[in-house]
């Protein structure tokens, strides 16, 4: 009997099976044309068939029971992929223009599924060259073995064909398995030959627009076959798709708000929704296959319910006409801002009878601080299931963070590339979108476009600071009709008026900040000042703390500088003490800008992208209630002669924000025009080469490789994408800051760190993940560099005992940085 895994023991023949029902159900929904259905379904069928065909040698069912191994003869990957490509090359011809390809895209595909993509150049060559040691030496190396395997598949092909050939006609393949089995044993160089061919194509580029397609069918291919293997392999039971009605939103707040009233704050969120509840049915009435939205709507207009209800209709929509239920994925930049969120679609869906005990059905949130749990029939899953069901976004709403969602659609990595079919054909909301960095733009435009045509997803960019990834003509703007524009939103709601400090651009030092707020302070308002490093934040907070206290002010230190577990609950602090009407001062970074709801009477902002001084601004008078308009001051900081924000944002974000923002004060309804002007100005003074890179990399199949030019050139592989930018020479270091840390590090080094048995050492480490997490900071390499170092290979991360937290930390604002330190470390 051959066997795909142990423990326990599965047959091979059965474990093919599962395979391909579970990508068959899978591909159900994408929705595809019909030759590119047709094509990608007979794709996924060989893949699905030939994936683990390596499995079939002596080798590797030898080491299988017994892990005796004879050198890389148990290897399976390289010889299914050889013979993938081979049964597609003897395929009659399939409808997609594309389809030509097919033996390339199902041999990268069976190739790398047990890992992570990479540069197809290092897969390919020429029949020719194949036993020659000029070419790459793991694909020379490869060649070698396979000559051996295929012997033993042709002493033991009798039985092979005896264990495969009822899976095979049950699956109707339409090529006789012995004689393709003969042929492939005979003629294996010819899968070489074909191959090469079409990668010649695709390199050489001789087919335009067509190729630049063929990533994308790459990665769905990729996509299903790595996750149906890994459903087999796990052992689990899809679910069946849950409905949720299109008026979920209306039924929430028919019961929870005025919807009536069209007045004040309340009536100008609910005009703004009317708005665009009629737009959605007008385009649907006339514009249907539109795949591409904005909705630009003011700080506050409570775009979170409004985006949410127009993809229920959307996906109801799709129901109806459309025959297939797309997934609704909501995408933001920080993990600070996913909580409340979440909490926001949890309580629409507590509305539906059967979401409590089945929650993760419906709702998944996703980043890289979640906890793995999933509750269907309410019943808990194990660890390792429902990891990953949260992984692969097994649900009908997904909550997820912009590096999770980006890093699939431009990705190489297994893990992450196993969910990219689930945002096919779904219905996606990027809510401040213009995070992304302005250099990758134009690589967002064409991947968000490519899915939306080839894919048909919904795309919805949420926000309000629009930027200009798409030009004008490629989106339509969902909050207008005949007689209203955004901008009718924004002029009729003036909660703030923003102007520089003494109504002059000129720079501050400390001292010279601090004299200003002094001489501008309002005993009985509430203060936010924000700042772009930790280095003056921290001087500000530690001179400004005294003074504040004595006029009764509850005084309040936030950035990552401090553990994220303190920094939640000073946010919670803060929130309850201005509910309550209390003196609160706030000084912070940028963190305070992620999302975090709270409003203040004064905001004191340094220099920055206008849109950034515009989140600041939201923080301002957020809910309209003052009795008098709010106060944001723009305060440039210096050091050593030169703007801090060029340290941080660089000299074009920088000098353009300073000259766009003009002399006297502006009012809200302004920004409008002058965020759009500051992204137009930013995009024409950009280079582009790294979406340029990335692009060309994509079209050529170039995901990664161990020798990469430097993140800074022009990127030649998708690996080289990075949403985030990495800081530079910076470390974690896990702080014991009270007695739960001390534990949870206890706990750590006893169930992780020291457990012998890798699948329970693995489980403990996803249990106490997030714990972890909310201890971890990430410091500058030469401020704690002399912390012990015995266990990093283990850890990865440096550890801040309790007895040495005075030496380096300090309880209000965190890590203790020297005065030499002159580096702007952001955040």
């Keep these: 009997m051959y066997l795909s895994h142990t423990k326990p023991d599965k047959r091979l023949v059965v474990h093919l099976r599962e395979v391909y029902e579970y990508l068959k159900t899978l ?44 050198g890389d003869l148990h290897h399976h990957s390289f010889i299914s992929a050889v013979f993938a490509a081979h049964l597609l090359c003897r395929s009659k011809s399939l409808p997609a223009s594309w389809s030509e390809f ?18 197809i150049a290092l897969d390919v060559t020429d029949s020719n060259d194949i036993y020659e040691d000029d070419i790459q030496r793991s694909l020379y190396d490869r060649v070698r073995t396979l000559k051996i395997q295929l012997e033993d598949i042709k002493k033991h092909a009798s039985s092979i064909i005896g264990d495969l050939s009822p899976l095979w006609e049950e699956l109707q393949i339409p090529l006789s398995l012995s004689e393709e089995l003969a042929n492939f044993i005979q003629h294996y160089e010819n899968a070489f030959d074909e191959t090469y061919r079409q990668f010649y194509l695709l390199t050489r580029r001789k087919r335009g627009a067509l190729t630049a397609k063929l990533y994308y069918y790459a990665l769905l291919l990729y996509s299903v076959l790595i996750d149906a293997d890994k459903w087999s392999a796990a052992n689990i039971k899809r679910n069946s798709r849950v409905h949720i009605p299109g008026h979920l939103v209306d039924q929430y707040r028919q019961a929870n708000f005025d919807v009536e009233i069209l007045e004040g704050t309340n009536g100008w969120r609910n005009r703004m929704y009317g708005t665009v509840m009629e737009r959605i049915e007008q385009i649907a009435r006339t514009n249907a296959a539109q795949r591409l939205f904005t909705l630009t709507a003011p700080t506050g207009a409570g775009k979170t319910l409004l985006s949410i209800s127009v993809a229920l209709k959307w996906r109801e929509h799709a129901q109806k006409y459309e025959g297939y239920t797309p997934k609704i994925i909501y995408a933001l930049p920080f993990t600070s801002v996913i909580d409340q969120n979440e ?14 005990g089945n929650e993760q059905r419906y709702l998944v949130k996703h980043h890289h601080l979640s906890t793995f749990q999933y509750r269907t029939d309410h019943q808990e899953l194990p660890l390792r299931q429902a990891l990953l069901l949260t992984e692969s976004w097994e649900a009908e709403f997904i909550i997820t963070t912009f590096v999770q969602l980006f890093q699939t659609l431009i990705g190489y990595e297994n893990r992450a590339l196993k969910k990219f079919h689930q945002i096919a054909g779904s219905i996606l909301i990027l809510d401040e979108i213009q995070n992304v960095p302005v250099e990758y733009w134009p690589l967002l435009r064409v991947v968000l476009s490519n899915m939306a045509e080839l894919f048909s997803c919904k795309i919805l960019l949420l926000t309000a600071t629009q930027p200009l990834i798409f030009p004008q003509g ?5 909050l207008e009709s005949e007689s209203v524009q955004p901008i009718h939103f924004f002029q009729e709601m003036e909660r703030v008026h923003l102007q520089w400090l003494k109504g002059s651009k000129g720079t501050y030092n400390v001292d010279e900040w601090m004299e200003q707020f002094q001489l501008h302070f309002e005993d009985g308002k509430t203060y936010l000042a924000i700042f772009n ?5 921290i001087d500000v907070y530690e001179r400004l703390k005294k003074w504040l206290k004595q006029h009764g002010y509850h005084v309040f230190y936030l950035s990552t500088n401090i553990v994220p577990c303190e ?32 409003d203040f009477d004064v905001v004191y902002r340094d220099l920055g992208p206008t849109d950034s001084i515009v989140q600041a601004a939201g923080r301002c008078n957020r809910n309209g209630q003052k009795d008098c308009l709010g106060k944001v001051y723009i305060t440039p900081m210096e050091r050593n002669g030169a703007l801090e924000s060029k340290y941080v944002y660089g000299a074009v974000h920088t000098n353009i924000a300073k000259e766009l923002l003009p002399e006297e004060s502006m009012l809200e309804h302004q920004f409008f025009d002058a965020i759009h002007q500051y992204f137009s100005n930013v995009k024409n003074a950009k280079s582009f080469t790294a979406s340029d890179g990335i692009i060309k990399a994509m079209e050529e199949l170039k995901f990664d490789a161990k020798d ?30 009270d007695d739960r840390a001390i534990a949870i590090w206890q706990e750590y080094i006893t169930t992780v760190i020291e457990e012998s048995n890798l699948e329970t050492r693995f489980e403990n480490y996803l249990r106490l993940k997030r714990d972890i997490l909310q201890y971890v900071i990430s410091a500058p390499i030469q401020l704690v560099k002399n912390l012990d170092r015995d266990l990093y290979e283990k850890t990865r991360m440096l550890h801040l005992s309790n007895d040495l937290l005075n030496q380096y930390y300090n309880s209000e604002y965190g890590l203790i940085r020297s005065s030499e330190m002159v580096d702007a470390w952001i955040m």
């Design 533 to 537: 490093t930790i280095k003056t934040s």
């Design 474 to 478: 490629e989106t339509i703007e969902l």
């Design 27 to 70: 591909l159900e929904y994408v929705p595809l044309s019909r030759e590119d259905y047709e094509t990608v379904q007979y794709i996924g069928k060989i893949v699905a068939v030939t994936h683990d065909f390596g499995k079939y040698l002596s080798y590797f069912q030898t080491y299988l029971r017994t892990k005796e191994t004879e």
């Design 708 to 737: 990469k030019p430097g993140i800074k050139q022009k990127p030649e592989y998708v690996s080289e994408f990075q949403l985030i930018e990495n800081a530079h020479q910076a470390v974690d270091v896990f702080v014991e800051v």
């Design 343 to 356: 909490k926001v679609i949890y309580d629409l869906l507590a509305q539906l009878q059967d979401f409590k």
């Design 102 to 119: 097919a033996p390339l895209l199902g041999y990268f595909a069976v190739m790398h599924h047990h890992g992570n993509l990479r540069d």
């Design 567 to 598: 920094r939640k609950q000073r946010i919670e602090a803060i929130k309850d003490l201005l509910k309550e009407k209390q003196k609160v001062a706030v000084i912070s970074t940028q963190v305070v800008e992620a999302g975090v709801d709270v």
